[in-house]
């Protein structure tokens, strides 16, 4: 007798498509369950006990507690972008499957994003209202036309590129701004690049936001950016929540240092009825309503289902945020290279040189000599994640991103003997610098052993501080003082140069990470090079 699975469906007042539910319901071999009552924690635990695969939108938590109780749980399907409110670590842990539908929703948020600018722009909410209170009052809402208006899209990933594609169709001049979007990317997107953020939004008469929020673009938006701006410019963000400093957007609005904002997305969710930004002025709203079309619905609905259908009767993989489509006495055998391969991606991103539109790895050894597909996706998720957040990329959309950003990607094997058994190097380049890491194993635990082609040796740990500078005496002395008066420990170090009198590297392993000001003090000492952070 077939195996019976219990699915899940679980939500707080925010169902999934009814299609989804009813593919889930026609197979024989399923128990759905549809509770769309868990908000609280107690109640979701309680409901999760028994069951196999639970699938969730945003408004149901699948926390540690959770992963306690469901002891039966297999595959969790997110139908939608965000993980956030599934705990993917524990989730790795218990060997639980975590999938989401990336694609489903973009065209839907781009609708969203370019009728919040037109709503903006016309001031429809606001004329509206006046109409449906019994007045008629045109001269206050004289608006303005976005056909030739320079508009600055931040992120230009899917929904970036939707959204220009649309703002080129009513006649704008589109900028991106994007550390990953490669010249030739922005060209066939008919768009103009422009490297730094600051020289970008200066130009905008409209800024709509579609990047990730990560601890890099959190307030990306802030008050001094904010006084920099045309006072004609408007702000449109259907991305996330923290991108834009809401207080001080709040501010630029009341004074007059901007001419308007529509959001729909805020850094606290719902936003309190004090919050400062509902008072201000010339402002359009809605409550994350970016994926909320029936046709996107529709899409994530059905696209979750059929691939937790597929999971729990055939066990593939599709779109999973925590492990990749593979057999699992291979996944056995290349486990290990394919986390460290992950991390090694994750570390280049990190110190890779400004429009790095190549990522090449190059394997050497036992690790080189089978099929290293696996490894190299591995690789490349690690390097993205920062590109476009952690939840968009995976072991299976990786290339398809890679190219979507313009980003080539190359992998070779060294046949000739190497100082390792195994050794995998990691390369980024904009064409005119290359930065590069490479690492093996030493009696089954992972190790740095090249840093842009410098024989160095640590374990991949903690916060790791690159410091590049000239061969001369007094270098360490120099910002191992600066690292003391500051209070940052020194764990471990490891030393290395290319000749005497050339460039040295140091790499320490730091208790925690300096401020950006010792880091800003550091890069200012005469003979440092180049000083990175890296968390591992």
């Known amino acids: 007798m077939a195996q019976k699975f219990k699915i899940l469906i679980a939500g707080n007042n925010d169902p999934i498509s009814s299609k989804g539910i009813e593919l889930l319901q026609a197979e024989s071999s399923f128990d759905v369950v549809v509770n769309m009552n868990l908000k609280e924690e107690a109640a979701m635990i309680e409901a999760s006990r028994d069951v196999h695969a639970i699938i969730v939108r945003s408004g149901a938590k699948v926390t540690a507690k959770v992963f306690d109780a469901a002891t039966n749980l297999k595959v969790i399907g997110r139908a939608g972008v965000g993980v956030d409110n599934i ?6 842990k218990r060997g639980v499957v975590v999938m989401n539908t990336p694609g489903g929703n973009t065209i839907s948020t781009a609708e969203q994003a370019f009728t919040l600018m037109m709503a903006l ?23 303005t036309e976005v056909y030739g208006k320079t508009l600055v ?5 899917r929904i970036g590129a939707e959204f ?12 991106a701004y994007d550390p990953y979007l490669s010249k030739n990317r922005a060209d066939s997107l008919g768009v103009t690049l422009c490297e730094d953020l600051d020289a970008a939004i200066v130009q905008a008469d409209y800024i709509t936001m579609h990047m990730p929020l990560t601890p890099e673009t959190k307030h990306m938006i802030n008050a001094k950016r904010l006084a920099s701006l045309k006072k004609s410019c408007r702000i449109i963000n259907c991305a996330r929540g923290g991108l834009i400093d809401d207080a001080a957007l709040a501010q630029a609005l009341t004074d007059g240092t901007i001419s308007g904002a529509a959001l729909d997305v805020f850094e606290t969710e719902p936003p309190p ?26 899409n994530v609905g059905i696209e979750i289902a059929e691939v937790i259908k597929a999971h729990l009767l055939l066990g593939t993989v599709v779109n ?23 991390l090694l991606g994750r570390l280049v991103s990190q110190i890779a040189p400004a429009r790095s539109n190549v990522v090449s790895i190059n394997y050497s050894g036992k690790v080189g000599s089978g099929d290293t597909t696996l490894i190299s996706r591995a690789v490349l998720k690690g390097f993205l994640e920062r590109a476009v957040g952690a939840e968009q990329v995976n072991y299976i959309n990786a290339n398809g991103v890679a190219e979507n950003l313009g980003l080539r990607f190359t992998e070779s094997r060294l046949p000739e003997a190497n100082l390792f058994t195994d050794l995998i190097e990691v390369q980024a380049s904009n064409g005119s ?43 360490i002395a120099a910002y191992s003082s600066i690292l003391g008066k500051n209070q940052v420990n020194i764990a471990d170090m490891s030393l290395s140069r290319n000749k005497e009198g050339g460039t040295a590297l140091t790499l320490l392993t730091l208790d925690s990470c300096p401020s950006p000001e010792v880091l800003a003090e550091l890069e200012k000492v005469p003979g440092i090079v180049r000083v990175h952070c890296v968390t591992v």
């Open 273 to 298: 009825a004090d919050y400062p930004l509902l008072k201000a002025p010339n402002t359009v709203f809605t409550p994350h309503l970016g994926a909320s079309t029936e046709e996107a619905q529709e």
């Open 87 to 92: 705990d993917v670590p524990v989730a790795s």
């Open 153 to 157: 899209v931040l992120g230009m990933g």
């Open 164 to 175: 220009a594609k649309r703002a080129k169709a009513f006649g704008m001049s589109v900028v």
């Open 433 to 475: 610098e290359t930065a590069s890491i490479a690492g093996t194993f030493f009696a089954g635990e992972p190790r740095i052993v090249k840093v842009n082609e410098r024989h160095i040796e640590t374990r991949p740990e903690g916060t790791l501080l690159l410091i590049e500078n000239q061969d001369r005496p007094g270098m």
């Open 320 to 342: 999973a945020v925590n492990m990749p489509n593979v057999d699992p006495k291979v996944l056995n055998e290349i486990g290990p290279f394919l986390k460290f391969g992950e």
């Open 121 to 143: 722009s016309r001031k429809t909410p606001q004329a509206h209202a006046t109409i449906v209170s019994g007045k008629w009052d045109r001269k206050s809402f004289q608006g």
